[in-house]
């Protein structure tokens, strides 16, 4: 793991930076900048305190900002909302960086409904687009969320983050990017590199090599606006929840969603949770919050399970599309539970047509009709954060279920604290397994015993064959330090690159342990 020294930040250069965007749109004393840091981290650990926030409106104070960064070897760390709460939030890996936020910039630039795509800038919150969408008259257009509609719809995507519906893996949805480099250029991927091409954000695409996908989890250019695809809400939807009786019968439910994502039945992405996680999920157990409670014996969770009719397990699943095709899905995935998974129930099933929508209510429904909310965060206190170790696993349900028990075991012995898991299955082949720890954040030794039980987690994964999609700021070196194939090739393929486009290394330099030349060789 690099240990940098913190950046000192020239007032001068300060005040070069606060000119462009204005005083107001900037926070430069202590107490300002504390409203604007991880608010899972304990607040008394100062490590990754930034030294100055910015907030400019527009490409150009943005290109303003780099330029001086550029000029001056200032660390800057870019973060459209800054939500990303539990993976560090909008706080930079470098201490003393100038964290720039994007919020301002959202701007949701053009909205094209023949087609079904917007293009946005990186400020665009979930809730925003729905209501620009809503105001120019395109009610029917709609795209999948997270569970929470605050993030930035650029910023999720760039992260790896995961949404509910059809599109649900978000690099499928985005099409076509402007990126701003280091030294001020103005690059735009796909067919965006021709002068007035129109398929720029409509074919994921172009002549040559695909950069795209560069600009995701990395550290080479800031992106300043993109394509998003959209879709046209469906003549039927219907959210369903199905139960899982025992721990013994989620292999069975873990390759039961497998075939369905294989044929066709099950879209979006459908999510299996535990009982722990599903409590907070519906209006009659929510008062059974147990997430941040100290490890709660299998008798009991096997009592709530029957008492509350949800199960160990739950499954979260939809169907989209014409009515008649809509029902057939649901027949099967009934239908093949009822044989596959004994016991198991529908605890909750609605159907929608086009135009009632809005009357959806339900969190759990919510998501997968891509509506825009908050909450979740209803059934959460206050003083409660968490901290996720989040694997990707093939989808072999014996296996799958195996981890289960294995990362279970760790976090009960490490920590004390109940295992809060929730399963993803964003194509037909991969499980991304969310194990979170949830603490109260004022509890310093519980705080710091969460992070090194993750640390824990991933060494005991890495031995394992496999490791984390994403991380806390805090890991990233940890995980970086796993992908040692051909000693060490990935390594140091991501880092010339980095040196080659951004050679004073000032843009969130060591992001997902991509360090530029400057810091490397800082410490271990």
């Known amino acids: 793991m690099v240990d940098i020294a913190p950046f000192q930040l020239d007032d001068s250069v300060a005040d070069r930076l606060v000119a462009i965007v204005g005083a107001a749109n900037a926070l430069r004393t202590d107490a300002e900048r504390d409203e604007y840091r991880d608010p899972f981290w304990h607040q008394a650990d100062r490590s990754y305190d930034s030294s100055l926030v910015l907030f400019p409106a527009s490409l150009e104070e943005l290109q303003e900002v780099v330029a001086v960064a550029n000029e001056h070897g200032v660390p800057i760390w870019t973060s459209s909302q800054g939500r990303n709460n539990g993976y560090g939030g ?3 890996r470098v201490p003393g960086s100038v964290l720039v936020s994007l919020r301002r910039m959202n701007r949701v630039l053009e909205i094209d409904r023949e087609l079904a795509y917007a293009v946005v800038e990186p400020g665009v919150s979930w809730f925003e687009l729905r209501e ?3 105001a120019s008259g395109n009610e029917d257009l709609w795209f999948a969320v997270p569970d929470l509609g605050w993030g930035s719809v650029i910023g999720n995507s760039l992260d790896n983050g995961v949404t509910y519906a059809p599109y649900g893996m978000d690099f499928q949805k985005l099409c076509g990017f402007e990126v701003l480099l ?9 067919f965006g590199a021709q002068p007035g091409n129109d398929a720029w954000h409509v074919y994921q695409r172009g002549f040559g090599p695909v950069l795209d996908q560069l600009f995701f989890q990395s550290n080479y250019g800031v992106v300043t606006k993109a394509g998003i695809w959209l879709m046209r809400r469906p003549e039927a939807f219907a959210p369903l929840f199905f139960s899982i009786p025992t721990n013994e019968l989620l292999p069975a439910a873990v390759d039961l969603v497998r075939e369905w994502r294989l044929d066709g039945i099950a879209r979006g992405v459908p999510t299996i949770q535990n009982l722990v996680t599903m409590v907070a999920q519906f209006d009659h157990t929510r008062h059974l919050y147990l997430r941040a409670d100290p490890t709660t014996p299998e008798e009991r969770l096997d009592e709530l ?4 009719g949800l199960g160990r397990w739950g499954l979260r699943v939809g169907a989209w599309g014409d009515a008649p095709v809509v029902e057939h899905q649901v027949a099967r995935m ?8 004994p016991g198991g129930t529908v605890v909750s099933e609605g159907r929608y047509g086009r135009d009632e929508w809005d009357s959806i209510q339900k969190f759990s429904e919510k998501v997968q009709a891509g509506i825009p909310n908050l909450d979740i965060i209803q059934a959460t206190p206050a003083n409660i954060g968490h901290l996720a170790f989040s694997p990707v696993l093939p989808t072999r349900g014996d296996y799958v279920a195996e ?3 294995l990362i279970g075991e760790t976090i009960d012995r490490e920590i004390g604290l109940n295992h809060v ?5 964003p194509n037909e082949r991969a499980t991304i397994m969310v194990n979170s720890i949830t603490f109260d954040v004022e509890d310093e030794p519980t705080f710091h015993r969460a992070y090194d039980t993750v640390r824990t987690l991933i060494d005991e994964g890495g031995r394992r064959g496999y490791t984390e999609y994403r991380a806390h700021i805090d890991l990233m070196d940890v995980i970086s330090d796993q992908l040692s194939a051909n000693d060490y090739a990935y390594r140091g393929f991501v880092e010339r690159i980095k040196d080659a486009v951004d050679p004073n290394g000032i843009l969130s330099p060591g992001k997902y342990g991509v360090w530029p030349e400057r810091y490397r060789g800082a410490g271990s």
């Open 334 to 341: 009934k239908r093949d539970w009822a044989e596959r998974v």
């Open 90 to 92: 909008p706080s930079a």
């Open 421 to 425: 898991c929730a399963l993803f299955f």
């Open 182 to 190: 280091a030294n001020g250029e103005l690059v735009r991927t796909g």
């Open 403 to 405: 981890q289960v028990r």
């Open 305 to 308: 399970a029957r008492d509350t």
């Open 132 to 134: 620009a969408l809503d």
